[in-house]
């Protein structure tokens, strides 16, 4: 009897039913990455569209000739209202500590903002345009740090800046 064409058909159906499966988890590998990295992006657009409404907020209240009181108020209503703290609360799950390292020094640099705009600090005094730099600062950071991880950061030799 003939043995070799059965083992050579079991040979082959193993064969092809091992890469099949192989190339499925595989492709399930990169589409799960794709999706984890999509939410980490959307993530990160969130809230650094929130960490930067929250500051073009306190600069225009700070611009306002509020009175010290209303001042306090309006401050603490622009950060409550920004959302800044869910959204920081929703990066801390999914994060890495690379990114949230730069991302809560952002959230308090802007945090210290609001406690100097609601004592009725002026945008021309200079511990108003310390701060002021101080928080770009970390939000470029913060920015870098995101980039770095979803992999979008620019090679040193086209920005001529350390990443």
Known sequence: MDWLAPVNTLTGAAIGIGSTLLADRLRWRRDREALHQDTRRQAYAAFMAALSDAYTRLHETARGTLPPAE???AAHEVFT??????LRYELALIAPWDVM????????????LRDLVA???AP???EFR???RDYLTATESAQAA???DLGTSWPEERTGREP
Do not use: C, I
């Open 124 to 126: 021309d005094a200079p």
């Open 101 to 112: 390292a730069p991302v809560n020094e952002a959230f308090w640099k802007v945090r210290a």
């Open 146 to 148: 995101m980039r770095k």
């Open 81 to 86: 209202s920004s959302n800044l703290y869910p």
């Open 71 to 73: 001042s306090r108020t």
């Open 119 to 121: 004592t009725g600090t």
């Open 130 to 132: 310390t701060h002021v």
